[in-house]
Protein backbone atom coordinates (compact mmCIF):
# COMPACT_ATOMS: atom_id res chain seq x y z
CA UNK A 1 0.00 0.00 0.00
CA UNK A 2 1.07 3.55 -0.61
CA UNK A 3 -0.03 7.31 -0.14
CA UNK A 4 -1.36 8.82 -3.29
CA UNK A 5 -2.18 12.19 -1.52
CA UNK A 6 -1.65 13.77 1.62
CA UNK A 7 -3.36 17.36 2.49
CA UNK A 8 -3.78 19.64 5.97
CA UNK A 9 -4.39 22.36 7.43
CA UNK A 10 -3.66 24.47 10.40
CA UNK A 11 -1.44 21.25 11.71
CA UNK A 12 1.63 22.00 13.83
CA UNK A 13 3.27 24.88 12.17
CA UNK A 14 1.87 24.09 8.88
CA UNK A 15 -1.04 26.67 7.75
CA UNK A 16 -1.48 24.50 3.99
CA UNK A 17 -0.03 21.18 3.15
CA UNK A 18 -0.43 19.35 0.13
CA UNK A 19 1.83 16.71 -0.89
CA UNK A 20 1.52 14.24 -3.62
CA UNK A 21 4.34 11.55 -2.47
CA UNK A 22 6.46 9.42 -4.76
CA UNK A 23 5.68 5.72 -4.57
CA UNK A 24 9.08 4.68 -3.24
CA UNK A 25 11.54 6.82 -1.92
CA UNK A 26 10.48 10.27 -0.49
CA UNK A 27 13.11 12.55 0.72
CA UNK A 28 12.58 15.34 3.52
CA UNK A 29 15.21 18.22 4.26
CA UNK A 30 15.18 20.88 6.25
CA UNK A 31 17.09 22.73 9.24
CA UNK A 32 16.17 21.17 13.03
CA UNK A 33 12.62 23.15 14.22
CA UNK A 34 11.11 23.85 10.29
CA UNK A 35 8.78 21.15 10.29
CA UNK A 36 10.18 17.73 9.03
CA UNK A 37 8.91 16.04 12.39
CA UNK A 38 5.55 17.88 12.18
CA UNK A 39 5.35 16.47 8.66
CA UNK A 40 5.89 12.50 9.32
CA UNK A 41 3.27 13.30 12.27
CA UNK A 42 0.72 14.72 9.67
CA UNK A 43 1.37 11.53 8.01
CA UNK A 44 1.02 9.48 10.92
CA UNK A 45 -2.03 10.80 11.89
CA UNK A 46 -3.59 10.18 8.50
CA UNK A 47 -2.78 6.75 8.15
CA UNK A 48 -3.41 5.85 12.09
CA UNK A 49 -5.89 8.40 13.52
CA UNK A 50 -3.79 9.68 16.18
CA UNK A 51 -0.70 11.12 17.29
CA UNK A 52 2.54 9.44 18.49
CA UNK A 53 4.15 12.13 20.05
CA UNK A 54 1.26 14.38 21.00
CA UNK A 55 -0.54 14.19 24.55
CA UNK A 56 -3.48 16.54 23.73
CA UNK A 57 -5.60 16.65 20.48
CA UNK A 58 -5.04 20.32 21.19
CA UNK A 59 -1.60 20.06 21.08
CA UNK A 60 -1.77 19.33 16.92
CA UNK A 61 -3.66 22.69 16.34
CA UNK A 62 -1.72 25.40 14.64
CA UNK A 63 -1.55 28.46 17.92
CA UNK A 64 -4.72 30.36 17.34
CA UNK A 65 -6.77 27.79 15.49
CA UNK A 66 -9.75 26.21 16.25
CA UNK A 67 -9.42 22.84 14.42
CA UNK A 68 -7.03 21.03 12.55
CA UNK A 69 -7.55 18.80 9.21
CA UNK A 70 -5.46 16.47 7.91
CA UNK A 71 -6.47 14.02 4.80
CA UNK A 72 -5.13 11.27 2.56
CA UNK A 73 -6.01 9.14 -0.64
CA UNK A 74 -4.62 5.82 0.16
CA UNK A 75 -3.95 2.83 -2.41
CA UNK A 76 -4.48 0.01 -0.60
CA UNK A 77 -3.24 -2.66 -2.90
CA UNK A 78 -3.20 -2.77 -6.66
CA UNK A 79 -6.82 -4.44 -6.89
CA UNK A 80 -8.43 -2.57 -4.51
CA UNK A 81 -10.50 0.95 -4.39
CA UNK A 82 -8.11 4.04 -3.17
CA UNK A 83 -9.36 5.05 0.29
CA UNK A 84 -9.82 8.35 1.18
CA UNK A 85 -9.40 9.20 4.74
CA UNK A 86 -9.88 12.57 7.04
CA UNK A 87 -9.43 13.86 10.27
CA UNK A 88 -10.97 16.67 12.01
CA UNK A 89 -8.82 18.00 15.09
CA UNK A 90 -11.06 19.55 17.88
CA UNK A 91 -9.33 20.63 21.14
CA UNK A 92 -10.81 17.66 22.74
CA UNK A 93 -12.04 15.66 20.26
CA UNK A 94 -11.33 13.78 16.43
CA UNK A 95 -13.35 13.42 13.82
CA UNK A 96 -12.39 10.26 11.39
CA UNK A 97 -14.26 9.78 8.08
CA UNK A 98 -13.18 7.08 5.58
CA UNK A 99 -14.92 7.77 2.30
CA UNK A 100 -17.37 9.96 3.97
CA UNK A 101 -18.62 7.84 6.69
CA UNK A 102 -17.25 8.44 10.18
CA UNK A 103 -15.70 5.47 11.61
CA UNK A 104 -13.81 4.70 14.99
CA UNK A 105 -9.85 5.10 14.88
CA UNK A 106 -9.46 1.26 15.39
CA UNK A 107 -10.91 0.77 12.08
CA UNK A 108 -8.28 2.92 10.53
CA UNK A 109 -5.61 0.82 12.03
CA UNK A 110 -7.13 -2.20 10.89
CA UNK A 111 -6.82 -0.57 6.96
CA UNK A 112 -3.35 0.90 6.77
CA UNK A 113 -0.31 -0.24 7.82
CA UNK A 114 2.58 1.90 8.59
CA UNK A 115 6.16 1.63 10.25
CA UNK A 116 7.70 4.57 12.55
CA UNK A 117 11.48 4.67 13.15
CA UNK A 118 12.15 7.55 15.52
CA UNK A 119 15.36 8.30 18.04
CA UNK A 120 12.97 7.79 20.82
CA UNK A 121 12.97 4.61 20.14
CA UNK A 122 15.74 3.32 21.80
CA UNK A 123 13.60 3.61 24.88
CA UNK A 124 11.68 0.25 24.04
CA UNK A 125 15.22 -1.00 25.42
CA UNK A 126 16.11 1.48 27.82
CA UNK A 127 12.81 2.22 29.49
CA UNK A 128 10.19 1.17 31.48
CA UNK A 129 7.91 -1.65 30.84
CA UNK A 130 4.87 0.88 30.20
CA UNK A 131 6.74 1.38 26.54
CA UNK A 132 7.27 -2.15 25.87
CA UNK A 133 3.92 -2.86 27.01
CA UNK A 134 2.74 -0.36 24.74
CA UNK A 135 4.83 -1.74 21.66
CA UNK A 136 2.61 -5.27 22.13
CA UNK A 137 -0.76 -3.11 22.50
CA UNK A 138 -0.17 -0.71 19.37
CA UNK A 139 1.94 -2.28 16.77
CA UNK A 140 0.93 -5.74 17.35
CA UNK A 141 -2.60 -5.91 18.67
CA UNK A 142 -3.79 -5.09 15.62
CA UNK A 143 -3.03 -8.12 13.89
CA UNK A 144 -5.90 -9.83 16.38
CA UNK A 145 -9.26 -9.12 15.62
CA UNK A 146 -10.64 -8.12 18.98
CA UNK A 147 -7.88 -6.96 20.59
CA UNK A 148 -8.54 -3.07 20.69
CA UNK A 149 -11.86 -3.58 22.88
CA UNK A 150 -10.53 -6.01 25.12
CA UNK A 151 -8.02 -3.86 25.49
CA UNK A 152 -10.86 -1.00 26.45
CA UNK A 153 -12.44 -3.39 27.97
CA UNK A 154 -10.23 -4.61 31.02
CA UNK A 155 -8.54 -0.72 31.38
CA UNK A 156 -12.25 0.14 32.71
CA UNK A 157 -12.33 -2.92 34.60
CA UNK A 158 -9.41 -2.36 36.16
CA UNK A 159 -10.27 1.50 37.12
CA UNK A 160 -12.99 -0.16 38.53
CA UNK A 161 -11.73 -2.50 40.81
CA UNK A 162 -8.33 -0.33 41.72
CA UNK A 163 -10.76 2.51 42.83
CA UNK A 164 -12.62 -0.54 45.17
CA UNK A 165 -9.38 -1.57 46.80
CA UNK A 166 -8.48 2.13 47.02
CA UNK A 167 -11.46 2.90 48.81
CA UNK A 168 -11.06 -0.09 50.68
CA UNK A 169 -15.25 -0.33 50.27
CA UNK A 170 -17.70 -1.75 47.25
CA UNK A 171 -20.45 -4.65 48.23
CA UNK A 172 -18.87 -8.36 47.39
CA UNK A 173 -21.13 -8.30 44.03
CA UNK A 174 -19.15 -5.05 43.10
CA UNK A 175 -15.43 -6.89 43.60
CA UNK A 176 -16.62 -9.97 41.88
CA UNK A 177 -17.76 -8.46 39.10
CA UNK A 178 -14.79 -6.34 38.27
CA UNK A 179 -12.56 -8.75 38.94
CA UNK A 180 -14.47 -11.38 36.90
CA UNK A 181 -13.70 -8.70 34.45
CA UNK A 182 -10.20 -7.58 34.89
CA UNK A 183 -9.60 -11.22 34.66
CA UNK A 184 -11.69 -12.43 31.32
CA UNK A 185 -10.62 -9.42 28.97
CA UNK A 186 -7.25 -9.98 30.68
CA UNK A 187 -6.68 -13.60 29.40
CA UNK A 188 -7.88 -12.65 26.06
CA UNK A 189 -5.00 -10.14 25.96
CA UNK A 190 -2.27 -12.50 27.43
CA UNK A 191 -3.71 -14.81 25.09
CA UNK A 192 -3.43 -12.87 21.95
CA UNK A 193 -0.33 -11.02 22.78
CA UNK A 194 1.46 -14.73 23.32
CA UNK A 195 0.46 -16.15 19.78
CA UNK A 196 1.58 -12.65 17.92
CA UNK A 197 4.79 -12.86 19.68
CA UNK A 198 5.31 -16.72 18.90
CA UNK A 199 5.18 -15.52 15.24
CA UNK A 200 6.57 -12.33 15.64
CA UNK A 201 9.64 -12.80 18.32
CA UNK A 202 11.87 -15.02 15.53
CA UNK A 203 11.74 -12.83 12.37
CA UNK A 204 13.21 -10.10 15.14
CA UNK A 205 15.73 -12.64 16.46
CA UNK A 206 16.60 -14.03 12.96
CA UNK A 207 17.69 -10.48 11.54
CA UNK A 208 19.72 -9.85 14.89
CA UNK A 209 21.52 -12.59 14.92
CA UNK A 210 22.41 -12.31 11.36
CA UNK A 211 23.86 -8.50 11.84
CA UNK A 212 25.62 -9.10 14.59
CA UNK A 213 26.47 -12.91 15.22
CA UNK A 214 25.01 -12.42 18.57
CA UNK A 215 22.09 -14.42 20.15
CA UNK A 216 19.17 -12.64 20.66
CA UNK A 217 16.51 -13.69 22.95
CA UNK A 218 13.26 -12.45 23.23
CA UNK A 219 11.41 -13.53 26.62
CA UNK A 220 7.34 -12.64 27.92
CA UNK A 221 7.37 -11.98 31.26
CA UNK A 222 4.11 -12.79 33.36
CA UNK A 223 2.38 -11.58 36.57
CA UNK A 224 0.94 -15.24 36.61
CA UNK A 225 1.89 -18.72 35.96
CA UNK A 226 1.25 -19.35 32.21
CA UNK A 227 0.26 -22.92 32.33
CA UNK A 228 -1.59 -22.64 28.62
CA UNK A 229 -2.17 -20.30 25.96
CA UNK A 230 -5.84 -20.64 25.58
CA UNK A 231 -7.96 -17.79 27.08
CA UNK A 232 -9.58 -20.73 29.88
CA UNK A 233 -6.42 -21.67 31.14
CA UNK A 234 -5.31 -17.81 31.08
CA UNK A 235 -8.07 -16.91 32.99
CA UNK A 236 -7.95 -19.25 35.83
CA UNK A 237 -4.20 -18.45 35.80
CA UNK A 238 -5.65 -14.87 36.67
CA UNK A 239 -8.58 -15.86 38.84
CA UNK A 240 -5.72 -17.83 41.22
CA UNK A 241 -2.87 -15.25 41.20
CA UNK A 242 -5.72 -12.70 42.71
CA UNK A 243 -6.44 -14.92 45.08
CA UNK A 244 -3.21 -15.86 46.14
CA UNK A 245 -2.50 -12.34 45.97
CA UNK A 246 -5.22 -10.65 48.35
CA UNK A 247 -3.65 -9.26 51.41
CA UNK A 248 -0.96 -7.60 48.85
CA UNK A 249 -3.16 -6.03 46.78
CA UNK A 250 -5.23 -4.26 49.68
CA UNK A 251 -1.63 -3.44 51.10
CA UNK A 252 -1.03 -1.97 48.07
CA UNK A 253 -4.53 -0.69 47.38
CA UNK A 254 -4.14 -1.91 43.05
CA UNK A 255 -4.41 -4.91 40.48
CA UNK A 256 -1.26 -6.69 40.89
CA UNK A 257 -1.64 -9.67 38.41
CA UNK A 258 -2.56 -9.07 34.45
CA UNK A 259 -1.23 -7.97 31.53
CA UNK A 260 -0.92 -4.24 32.61
CA UNK A 261 1.69 -5.58 34.91
CA UNK A 262 3.46 -7.79 32.35
CA UNK A 263 6.82 -7.28 30.54
CA UNK A 264 9.50 -8.25 27.34
CA UNK A 265 12.52 -9.03 28.35
CA UNK A 266 15.43 -8.75 25.35
CA UNK A 267 18.51 -11.41 25.74
CA UNK A 268 21.74 -10.86 24.24
CA UNK A 269 23.96 -14.00 25.08
CA UNK A 270 21.96 -15.23 27.96
CA UNK A 271 22.49 -11.37 29.23
CA UNK A 272 19.94 -8.72 29.90
CA UNK A 273 20.53 -5.95 26.91
CA UNK A 274 19.26 -3.74 29.67
CA UNK A 275 21.55 -3.74 31.37
CA UNK A 276 24.62 -5.17 29.80
CA UNK A 277 24.18 -4.77 26.24
CA UNK A 278 26.17 -1.51 24.07
CA UNK A 279 24.03 0.73 22.73
CA UNK A 280 25.17 -0.57 19.14
CA UNK A 281 23.32 -3.79 20.47
CA UNK A 282 19.97 -1.70 21.74
CA UNK A 283 20.14 0.17 17.89
CA UNK A 284 20.42 -3.45 16.53
CA UNK A 285 17.40 -4.95 18.37
CA UNK A 286 15.39 -1.75 17.60
CA UNK A 287 16.41 -1.88 13.82
CA UNK A 288 15.06 -5.79 13.99
CA UNK A 289 11.94 -4.93 16.17
CA UNK A 290 11.19 -2.08 13.21
CA UNK A 291 12.34 -4.24 9.96
CA UNK A 292 10.71 -7.33 11.52
CA UNK A 293 7.48 -5.04 11.84
CA UNK A 294 7.34 -4.32 8.11
CA UNK A 295 7.80 -8.41 7.31
CA UNK A 296 5.15 -9.16 9.79
CA UNK A 297 2.72 -7.24 7.70
CA UNK A 298 3.38 -8.53 4.99
CA UNK A 299 2.97 -11.53 6.41
CA UNK A 300 0.05 -11.04 7.69
CA UNK A 301 -1.72 -8.98 5.37
CA UNK A 302 0.05 -9.27 2.01
CA UNK A 303 0.71 -5.62 1.81
CA UNK A 304 3.52 -3.57 2.75
CA UNK A 305 2.95 -0.91 5.03
CA UNK A 306 4.19 2.55 4.81
CA UNK A 307 7.72 3.26 6.03
CA UNK A 308 8.70 6.54 8.14
CA UNK A 309 12.09 7.36 8.83
CA UNK A 310 12.37 10.51 11.10
CA UNK A 311 15.90 11.58 12.17
CA UNK A 312 17.47 8.40 12.37
CA UNK A 313 19.38 6.95 9.63
CA UNK A 314 22.47 9.34 10.62
CA UNK A 315 22.23 8.27 14.02
CA UNK A 316 23.17 4.66 12.50
CA UNK A 317 26.75 3.75 11.71
CA UNK A 318 27.19 2.45 8.20
CA UNK A 319 26.50 -0.87 7.85
CA UNK A 320 23.30 -0.41 9.54
CA UNK A 321 22.45 2.46 7.89
CA UNK A 322 23.09 0.30 4.58
CA UNK A 323 21.56 -2.95 6.38
CA UNK A 324 18.25 -0.70 6.51
CA UNK A 325 18.28 1.20 3.24
CA UNK A 326 19.20 -2.22 1.59
CA UNK A 327 16.15 -4.24 3.43
CA UNK A 328 13.56 -0.97 2.20
CA UNK A 329 14.74 -0.47 -1.30
CA UNK A 330 11.98 -1.08 -3.62
CA UNK A 331 9.68 -2.84 -1.52
CA UNK A 332 7.77 0.04 0.26
CA UNK A 333 6.36 3.71 0.51
CA UNK A 334 9.47 5.40 2.12
CA UNK A 335 9.39 8.84 3.81
CA UNK A 336 13.23 9.99 5.45
CA UNK A 337 13.44 13.08 6.76
CA UNK A 338 17.66 14.25 6.98
CA UNK A 339 19.37 17.52 8.01
CA UNK A 340 20.09 20.28 5.73
CA UNK A 341 22.54 18.78 3.69
CA UNK A 342 21.74 17.09 0.12
CA UNK A 343 21.04 13.35 0.23
CA UNK A 344 22.03 11.54 -2.49
CA UNK A 345 20.06 8.02 -3.92
CA UNK A 346 20.25 6.24 -6.69
CA UNK A 347 16.83 5.19 -6.62
CA UNK A 348 13.53 6.61 -7.91
CA UNK A 349 12.92 8.99 -5.13
CA UNK A 350 11.17 12.39 -4.81
CA UNK A 351 13.25 15.27 -2.53
CA UNK A 352 11.15 17.89 -0.36
CA UNK A 353 12.68 20.53 1.25
CA UNK A 354 10.97 21.99 4.42
CA UNK A 355 11.75 26.21 5.73
CA UNK A 356 8.96 27.43 9.06
CA UNK A 357 6.35 25.34 8.02
CA UNK A 358 6.37 25.65 4.21
CA UNK A 359 6.92 22.56 2.14
CA UNK A 360 7.74 22.63 -1.66
CA UNK A 361 9.58 19.70 -4.00
CA UNK A 362 12.73 19.81 -5.34
CA UNK A 363 14.35 19.55 -8.87
Same mark, same amino acid.
Not at 4 to 19: K, M, P, Q, S, T
Not at 255 to 272: A, E, K, V, Y
Given at each position: ?174 ? &?? /?????? !?????? $???? %??? @?? =? ?94 ? &?? /?????? !?????? $???? %??? @?? =? ?45
Amino acid at each position: MYLLHLEARDFRNYGELLVAPHPSLNIIRGQNAQGKSNFIEALYVSLRGCSYRATREADLIRWGKPCAVVGGIIKPGSEEADLSIRTLIHPDRKEIRVDGNPVRRGEIVERTGVVLFTPEDLWLIKGGPQGRRRFMDRELGLFSAGYFDDLQHCRRALSQRNALLRQRGGSRAEN &EL /WTEQVC !RFGARI $LSAR %LKL @LR =EYVPLVCRLFNRWTGGDLNIRYQSSVVISGIDNGALENSLLKAVVDREKEEHRFRQTLSGPHRDDLQFMINGHDARSFGSQGQQRAIILALKLAQI &EF /WQLRTG !RQPVIL $LDDV %LFE @LD =EPRRRAVLDALRNRAQVFLTVGDAVFQSTDEHKSFHVVDGNLGEEG
